[in-house]
């Protein structure tokens, strides 16, 4: 079964829901923003891979419910309130995963971070609601649209797997080529 007949038959978000797909097992991650959109499908992709999950947000209340569906899929989670929509805070974040990634790649520590473009999230209903808008930034995509939230998960889950044991300290752009003009 192909993961987009997997997603048509148990729904968005829910790819890794098998036992044989667990690859997380043991495996802790943190994921930033989890309240909804983005963050929401992120962390739920790594729960249903097997992982322990941090879920960190501005809202205590979407945080409990997001930890709440972390802990369904059988997995641990920790809420930890947070605001990173500060652009400096991001710049230091990034940062950051250079130089922990470098730092603990000696541990079998890895610190990568994803860095996507637009996403169809609520937080830009309003750009996509606007006709002019939403055509104006399609324009500066290559792929002619912005990406749906479950097409961001299956990165994180690699990201975290052993497939990537050997990348540490890399922010990983996902955008549809628009920082590749």
Do not use: C, H
Not at 34 to 54: F, H, K, P, Q, W
Not at 75 to 97: G, H, N, Y
Not at 99 to 111: D, Y
Not at 151 to 164: F, K, N, Q, T
Request: no cysteine.
């Amino acid at each position: 079964m192909t993961a987009s007949q997997r997603e048509q038959a148990v729904g968005p978000g829910e790819l890794y829901g098998d036992a044989e797909a667990r690859v997380l097992a043991g495996r802790v991650a943190v994921v930033t923003g989890v309240g909804r959109g983005l963050g929401r499908a992120i962390a739920l992709a790594l729960a249903e891979a097997g992982a322990d999950v941090v879920v960190a947000a501005r809202s205590a209340g979407e945080i409990g419910q997001v930890a709440g569906e972390v802990g369904k899929r059988g997995v641990r989670s920790l809420s930890v309130p947070t605001d990173i929509t500060d652009e400096e805070a991001v710049e230091q974040l990034v940062a950051l995963t250079r130089t922990a990634g470098g730092e603990w790649a000696r541990f079998g520590v890895q610190i990568n971070a994803i860095a996507p473009g637009y996403v169809e999230t609520d937080m830009n209903q309003d750009v996509r609601d606007d006709e002019e808008l939403y055509s104006r930034v399609l324009a500066q995509i290559p792929a002619k649209r912005m990406a749906r939230t479950e097409e961001i998960g299956p990165l994180a889950v690699y990201l975290a797997s052993p497939a990537s044991d050997f990348m540490t300290g890399e922010t990983i752009v996902i955008d549809g080529g628009e920082t590749a003009r």
